[in-house]
């Protein structure tokens, strides 16, 4: 599992985290309830790890919804913070451009 992963989850279990308003009409279009993100935390599993950029650590973890249907979010810590967790946004992942388990990017 990836430390930034581990980090994310320890605080998002903590209760020190934040939705950003990019991710609430996100989260809203497609439909996923904030709390089954919150909630399938600890089941996430990442796909893109970025490196600690200018703006702070982001990943893109796969998550799933309460009827086990896929939701991406991307997850970050501010930049010089150890805290809190930012979800900054989550979506239904399209799959026409992921692969089956929507892990992989479908390079076209």
Known sequence: MSERLRRIQ?????????????????????????????????????????????????????????????VHVVWGIPAGERRPAVLVTAYRPDPRQWDGEFKTRIRR
Do not use: C, Q
């Open 10 to 70: 320890t605080l998002v279990l903590a209760g020190d985290y934040l939705i950003t308003s990019h991710g609430f009409d996100e989260i809203a279009k497609d439909g996923i309830l904030p709390h089954e993100v919150i909630e399938s935390i600890t089941t996430a599993v990442v796909i893109e790890d970025s490196p600690e950029r200018h703006r702070g650590l982001t990943l893109l973890a796969l998550h799933r919804d309460a009827n086990g249907r896929p």
